[in-house]
Nanobody, 125 residues
Framework: VQITETGGGLVEAGSSLKLSCTAS?????????MGWFRQAPGKDREFVAA?????????DYADSVKGRFTISRDNAKNTVYLQKNSLKPEDTAGYYC?????????????????WGQGTQVTVSS
């Protein structure tokens, strides 16, 4: 499974940005979650949001992004999106897409088997 993220960039505070994550192969082969994480300089990688291919489960979000970020998916395209609204300077980070975790562990970095190279998002004040 190869994962590719796109959509990062430099934006002003309060603006919006949409990230895309496309997985080749079978991203759900070892787990039913795809997730977004972020890592700022000098900090640990942290959970942002996760989604499963099953429509019966609602997406999961970190408290810091609830109400501002929305994760969605297109199963036919093996693509997951992260719509980011009302961006803040503290959202500045490298954003990483991951696949392969079980839904019960969707926020745990070390439970994901596949990772993309990341895309940088910088929010200016």
């Amino acid at each position: 499974v190869q994962i590719t993220e796109t959509g990062g960039g430099l934006v002003e505070a309060g603006s919006s940005l949409k990230l895309s994550c496309t997985a080749s192969g079978s991203p759900y082969s070892s787990g039913d979650s795809m997730g977004w994480f972020r890592q700022a300089p000098g900090k640990d990688r942290e959970f942002v949001a996760a989604i499963t291919w099953r429509s019966s489960e609602s997406p999961d979000y970190a408290d810091s992004v609830k109400g501002r970020f929305t994760i969605s998916r297109d199963n036919a395209k093996n693509t997951v999106y992260l719509q980011k609204n009302s961006l803040k300077p503290e959202d500045t980070a490298g954003y990483y897409c991951a696949a392969g975790a079980r839904w019960s562990s969707n926020s745990k970095t070390d439970h994901y088997n596949y990772w993309g190279q990341g895309t940088q998002v910088t929010v200016s004040s």
